[in-house]
């Protein structure tokens, strides 16, 4: 009774160890026949139950996982044997379930104990980090997109330009027509601005400083430096950026405005043109007047003189009336600022875009529109759905009286199926199984709807 007791508390701790050191035991034949399974964790008994037993633990991998099978059967018996990942195919269309096994050799019958340690929650955390990744890598060149910009800008103005630190007083930066006026070979490295002027004429200086700091807008006063005769007009702007302040100084003769012709149209058009977010020129119907080159890049079109003269919706928008909301709210506001919506590149590729825009042209006989389109792919995050949701809700009430009411009822109808959809994906943890039996849907028609709503599957894959 004793030994009976004794085997019993063996036969108790072997389970409890096998348990605790794996996710899922297999005792398998030599030839890889699955003899008996046990799943520890509830993740993975949706996907591995009693029904693999008598199949060929081969049936139960994905095809580039089946080398390694043999692998680990065939070295059940080596002390340093290595663990080694194999995927399950899921089924259904679902993302692989990410194992790592190692097997070991029993004392009878040449049979096998495999252990598998269950990587999901790894490949999850892998998935997060590569998303983190290439958020970062997007936000840098972002930054270094509007630093180019604001380079560009800096240097191509036809007026004067100083940037001052307002605690120091220092000169930071000055473009080339401020570099030419002074006389400065190359641009100043921290120069006193107070160098600039006369005592006398530094008075007014500190008058045109305190009063853009009291007051929060430009001020302006007419300036005498020393190695200007002619004096000038000054407009100075303070700039708050966290805890610096800077002071923006233009410089300009008398008599110049502050929007001068000629050189300057030329480099703004050019500007645009150079830009590396898409611009487009459209007349009040939403025909292409102008576009420039990174237009024509994010729309896969093989010259951007192919889109001259065509509808903007005809890349711009889910359906025709994104753009019918783009243009209804210019026509009443004049501007629209970070509108979410889809672009439609040839070939049926397709971006997340954010679109900024304004009404050209008020006073003249014909209105147009410009429009900035910057892609937004990648950045969508759960956050980023609730706000292009109720987003979207305001521009369908924004519709009311511009469009047919077939029309709207339509647009409604598919909106709200789209976050429907979205929705149960989300409750259910992106589970398509669980989330068309919510939805009262069968799979298939499921996985219809979300590629006709263009919903990705967000869950992570692992190979």
Same mark, same amino acid.
């Given at each position: 009774?004793?030994?009976?007791?004794?085997?019993?508390?063996?036969?108790?701790?072997?389970?409890?160890?096998?348990?605790?050191?794996? /996710?899922?035991?297999? @005792?398998?034949?030599?030839?890889?026949?699955?003899?008996?399974?046990?799943?520890?964790?509830?993740?993975?008994?949706?996907?591995?139950?009693?029904?693999?037993?008598?199949?060929?633990?081969?049936?139960?991998?994905?095809?580039?996982?089946?080398?390694?099978?043999?692998?680990?059967?065939?070295?059940?018996?080596?002390?340093?044997?290595?663990?080694?990942?194999?995927?399950?195919?899921?089924?259904? *269309?679902?993302?692989?379930?990410?194992?790592?096994?190692?097997?070991?050799?029993?004392?009878?019958?040449?049979?096998?104990?495999?252990? *598998?340690?269950?990587?999901?929650?790894?490949?999850?955390?892998?998935?997060?980090?590569?998303?983190?990744?290439?958020?970062?890598?997007?936000?840098?060149?972002?930054?270094?997109?509007?630093?180019?910009?604001?380079?560009?800008?800096?240097?191509?103005?036809?007026?004067?330009?100083?940037?001052?630190?307002?605690?120091?007083?220092?000169?930071?930066?000055?473009?080339?027509?401020? %570099?030419?006026?002074? *006389?400065?070979?190359?641009?100043?490295?921290?120069?006193?601005?107070?160098?600039?002027?006369?005592?006398?004429?530094?008075?007014?200086?500190?008058?045109?400083?305190?009063?853009?700091?009291?007051?929060?807008?430009?001020?302006?006063?007419?300036?005498?430096?020393?190695?200007?005769?002619?004096?000038?007009?000054?407009?100075?702007?303070?700039?708050?950026?966290?805890?610096?302040?800077?002071?923006?100084? %233009?410089?300009?003769?008398?008599?110049?405005?502050?929007?001068?012709? *000629?050189?300057?149209?030329?480099?703004?058009?050019?500007?645009? /043109?150079?830009?590396?977010?898409?611009?487009?020129?459209?007349?009040?119907?939403?025909?292409?007047?102008?576009?420039?080159?990174?237009?024509?890049?994010?729309?896969?079109?093989?010259?951007?003189?192919?889109?001259?003269?065509?509808?903007?919706?005809?890349?711009?928008?889910?359906?025709?009336?994104?753009?019918?909301?783009?243009?209804?709210?210019?026509?009443?506001?004049?501007?629209?600022?970070?509108?979410?919506?889809?672009?439609?590149?040839?070939?049926?590729?397709?971006?997340?875009?954010?679109?900024?825009?304004?009404?050209?042209?008020?006073?003249?006989?014909?209105?147009?529109?410009?429009?900035?389109?910057?892609?937004?792919?990648?950045?969508?995050?759960?956050?980023?759905?609730?706000?292009?949701?109720?987003?979207?809700?305001?521009?369908?009430?924004?519709?009311?009286?511009?469009?047919?009411?077939?029309?709207?009822?339509?647009?409604?109808?598919?909106?709200?199926?789209?976050?429907?959809?979205?929705?149960? @994906?989300?409750?259910?943890?992106?589970?398509?199984?669980?989330?068309?039996?919510?939805?009262?849907?069968?799979?298939?028609?499921?996985?219809?709807?979300?590629?006709?709503? /263009?919903?990705?599957?967000?869950?992570?894959?692992?190979?």
């Amino acid at each position: 009774m004793e030994a009976l007791s004794d085997k019993t508390l063996r036969n108790v701790a072997r389970e409890a160890l096998i348990e605790a050191g794996s /996710d899922v035991a297999l @005792l398998l034949e030599a030839d890889g026949t699955i003899v008996d399974i046990s799943v520890h964790t509830d993740s993975l008994r949706s996907h591995m139950d009693k029904s693999w037993r008598g199949k060929r633990w081969h049936e139960t991998v994905s095809r580039e996982s089946q080398e390694k099978i043999d692998e680990l059967l065939a070295n059940g018996e080596a002390p340093a044997q290595q663990w080694r990942q194999v995927n399950h195919p899921a089924g259904d *269309g679902e993302i692989d379930v990410p194992i790592r096994y190692r097997t070991f050799a029993l004392g009878r019958g040449n049979r096998l104990l495999g252990l *598998g340690r269950d990587l999901t929650p790894l490949a999850s955390l892998q998935q997060q980090l590569m998303a983190a990744q290439r958020a970062a890598e997007q936000d840098y060149w972002q930054l270094r997109q509007a630093e180019s910009k604001y380079r560009m800008l800096f240097q191509s103005t036809v007026e004067a330009v100083l940037v001052l630190d307002a605690e120091r007083m220092l000169i930071e930066e000055a473009n080339a027509v401020a %570099q030419q006026l002074f *006389g400065w070979g190359r641009a100043p490295d921290n120069r006193s601005f107070w160098s600039l002027f006369t005592k006398q004429a530094e008075g007014e200086a500190r008058a045109l400083l305190s009063a853009a700091a009291s007051s929060g807008n430009a001020a302006q006063a007419a300036l005498r430096l020393k190695q200007v005769q002619a004096p000038l007009n000054a407009t100075a702007t303070l700039l708050r950026q966290g805890n610096r302040a800077s002071y923006i100084i %233009q410089l300009r003769t008398a008599g110049e405005t502050t929007h001068p012709q *000629g050189q300057a149209g030329e480099q703004a058009a050019e500007f645009f /043109d150079a830009m590396p977010d898409a611009f487009v020129i459209t007349d009040d119907t939403g025909s292409v007047r102008f576009c420039n080159a990174a237009f024509a890049d994010l729309a896969a079109l093989p010259n951007r003189e192919q889109a001259n003269g065509s509808a903007l919706s005809q890349w711009l928008g889910r359906t025709e009336v994104d753009l019918n909301v783009l243009l209804g709210n210019l026509k009443d506001h004049g501007r629209v600022r970070f509108f979410s919506t889809l672009l439609r590149a040839t070939h049926d590729l397709r971006a997340e875009v954010n679109v900024s825009a304004a009404r050209l042209g008020v006073h003249s006989e014909q209105e147009s529109y410009g429009f900035v389109i910057r892609d937004a792919s990648g950045r969508n995050g759960a956050g980023a759905t609730e706000t292009a949701s109720s987003r979207s809700i305001e521009e369908l009430t924004e519709l009311v009286g511009r469009v047919p009411l077939k029309e709207l009822v339509r647009e409604s109808s598919d909106l709200i199926e789209r976050f429907s959809i979205e929705a149960a @994906l989300k409750l259910t943890g992106n589970n398509r199984a669980a989330a068309a039996d919510m939805l009262g849907l069968s799979r298939q028609s499921l996985y219809v709807k979300m590629r006709r709503y /263009d919903i990705a599957d967000k869950r992570s894959s692992s190979g």
